[in-house]
């Protein structure tokens, strides 16, 4: 008997998925592009590293966020990941406070790098990246970025998201 046999649907209920999806643990991080008034940056959880060798990484935006089309207009975006002490900053790109545009920017937490769009300085680490390749899935473009700079505050600790709520790292000693 194969799979084939079996009637499957086409995808699970949405509804469904999404609940499953607030299960998973993700860290906080804000994609940001643009410079001056057309920075445009937004919350997410769905970035990671590609590989290490050469350095890359990815970010799934959706198309309809207002700063998709500007990270495809400048060709660069940042990947900030946030720490357990930057919970306003996660809400105000997440739009929770209202803000958009370039208003969610505050000069002294922001800088530059290598690409000149907007790099959060006080992260956990943050990547300052070139897009490499896109890809169009569903309602969200994958965006891969090769890695030009870089910057890391090893003493912060990562935010992190569930079950609709933000916590913190906590590390375990090792038994084994």
């Known amino acids: 008997m194969s799979g084939q046999d079996f009637p499957v649907p086409s995808h699970v209920e ?9 299960s ?3 860290s906080v991080s804000i994609v940001a592009s643009g410079q001056g008034a057309d920075r445009r ?3 997410v959880t769905a970035a990671v590293s590609l590989c290490v060798d050469p350095p890359k990484v ?4 959706n198309r309809s966020a207002e700063a998709h089309d500007v990270i495809l207009r400048t060709g660069a ?3 900030n990941v946030l720490s357990a002490d930057q919970v306003q900053l996660a809400e105000r790109f997440a739009a929770m406070d209202g803000s958009k545009g370039a208003s969610r920017f ?3 937490e922001w800088g530059e790098m290598v690409t000149g769009v907007p790099t959060l300085l006080q992260s956990v680490c943050s990547f300052d990246c070139r897009i490499q390749d896109t890809l169009e899935v569903a309602t969200h473009t994958i965006m891969i970025g090769a890695v030009v700079a870089q910057i890391h505050n090893q003493h912060k600790v990562p935010l992190i998201y569930s079950s609709g709520k933000f916590g913190r790292m906590e590390y375990f000693e090792s038994v084994g």
């Open 41 to 43: 940056g937004l919350t």
């Open 77 to 79: 975006f940042s990947w």
């Open 58 to 61: 990815l970010a799934c935006i």
């Open 24 to 26: 998973v643990v993700g």
């Open 14 to 22: 949405t509804a469904a998925f999404k609940s499953a999806l607030r």
């Open 106 to 108: 505050s000069p002294a």
